[in-house]
């Protein structure tokens, strides 16, 4: 689609049925099929150069891309890197329970809500988790990242402010459904 006008340019069938969002970076489209595989669709000639799965084959509920790396989430609780270029995985870390939310990143860190009520921060280089922030509730909406805080809502508790540093609780809105921006 033209952004400018609006008219359509013209339509990609990429074969198979894609599912969640798809996610632009430099060179590729990253998109999700119904088989849970993420396929790396090439902005030049179109096709799909190469596929990145998790292990146990669990549905792919989130992905997010970098120049050089891309992040994916599962309903199995599996969050991994992978470096575009080389087309390989760099690490994998196991949460407790799915993740249905949206993976965010900021600078070098990685931000995943849980539905095993983790707030879970990885340093994107290598997985280690910087802190965890337990809510106490089943956590279904992404965090919003704030430059010094991160807000949640967590089901049936209200809307957390977490300092991003070191993972302390600021306070707690009992009432609070979810904060749009800073």
């Not at 790396?69 to 890197?81: C, E, L, N, Q, Y």
């Not at 470096?83 to 949460?95: E, G």
């Not at 992404?142 to 809307?159: C, F, T």
Request: charged share 20%; proline share 2%.
């Amino acid at each position: 689609i033209d952004p400018n006008i609006g008219t359509e340019l013209g339509v990609y069938d990429p074969g198979f049925t894609s599912v969640n969002r798809s996610v632009r970076q430099s060179n590729y489209l990253f998109m999700i099929s119904a088989e849970a595989i993420i396929n790396a669709v090439s902005y030049e000639d179109k096709l799909a150069r190469y596929q990145v799965s998790a292990e146990d084959g669990s549905g792919i509920t989130s992905l997010a891309a970098t120049n050089g790396s891309a992040v994916f989430t599962t309903d199995s609780g599996i969050v991994a890197r992978f470096d575009i270029l080389r087309r390989s995985k760099n690490w994998q870390f196991q949460a407790k329970d799915a993740i249905i939310a949206d993976v965010v990143l900021v600078g070098e860190y990685i931000y995943i809500s849980s539905t095993d009520t983790n707030i879970y921060k990885l340093w994107i280089l290598d997985g280690s988790v910087q802190w965890l922030f337990r809510s106490g509730g089943s956590l279904i909406d992404s965090v919003r990242a704030g430059e010094k805080v991160v807000y949640q809502y967590a089901k049936y508790k209200g809307l957390y402010c977490v300092d991003a540093a070191d993972g302390k609780k600021l306070w707690l809105q009992p009432k609070g459904l979810d904060v749009l921006t800073e």
